[in-house]
């Protein structure tokens, strides 16, 4: 049968997909000259700082004390370059205005770069401690390497760092698209505006939500599929779920919560307080509580 009996059918539904109706909100217009955040340059950022923060274990596997800062060097050079172009896609896509050509948005761009390139240090500070943590917690590591090289909250916890750090400067896009790219690798899905303390770890990691608004302390441990989200959207006069209140739960210090369980809503579990697996929690949990399920005969 002759393809051309079908032409028309095919021009109908090109147009239909050309309408604006079907597009409304999804249709990113590209403006000449504008560039858009790429994730395929994003996810080679990611390893250049997972290599500057993480040296042999991430990068080339040859470097070695005589090396290292050749290669440090190298990378933080590369890992500049890429960023600044990248922040500057982010800034053009999230704005109205036409701004790669725009000299202000370029310098910002090299600026946001350079100033989150200067956190580095400190990033690899908390990092450490995250480190630590995984190991103190867990009986069956061998090593601070075998953390490093093979869990994934500590791939998961790197890139939140560095979105976290990104957010801070207050640069657009970039971090969700670093998060979401660990959450598809790590199966942990952590919001970058979350704040996180020192010493912050989580055993085997997957299926764990952390949301936006979440805060937590230091020395906090979470196991498998914990939730940290919010309840129902409280709603506007005109119906429209309003964004950006606090809505998610704060752990305060050295507190444990269990495989499977669920905080929900901007409640306070307070210092040293266990959470006991598969729960439901909705109301503050006092300092040093201990909670588990209830036992029926």
Partial sequence: MSPSKYTHQLAQT????????????????????D?????????????LCRAILFPGFYGKSTVNSHTLTYHIGVNTERLYGLLSEQILAALCFSSDEDCATCE?????SLDLAARFIGRLPDLRRILATDVEAAYNGDPAAESYGE?????????????????????MLG????????????HSETGIDIHPGARIGHHFTIDH???????????????????????????????DENGNPIKGIPRHPILEDEVIVYANS????RIVVGRGATIGGNIWVTEDVPAGARLVQKKYK
């Fill in 14 to 33: 090109v147009t239909e997909l050309s309408g604006t109706d079907s597009l409304q909100g999804l249709f990113h217009e590209h403006r000449d000259g």
């Fill in 35 to 47: 560039p858009i955040p790429s994730g395929k340059v994003l996810q080679e950022i990611i390893e």
């Fill in 104 to 108: 202000t948005r370029k310098e910002e």
């Fill in 147 to 167: 953390i490093i090289s093979c869990y994934p909250i500590i791939k998961a916890l790197t890139n939140y760092r560095i979105a976290h750090e990104l957010v």
């Fill in 171 to 182: 640069v657009p896009l970039i971090p969700r698209i670093i998060t979401e790219t660990a």
């Fill in 205 to 235: 990691g997957t299926g764990v939500v952390i949301g936006a608004t979440c805060i937590i302390g230091n020395h906090v441990k979470l196991y498998q599929g914990v939730t940290l989200g919010a309840k129902s959207f409280p709603l």
């Fill in 262 to 265: 669920t905080i929900l809503g």
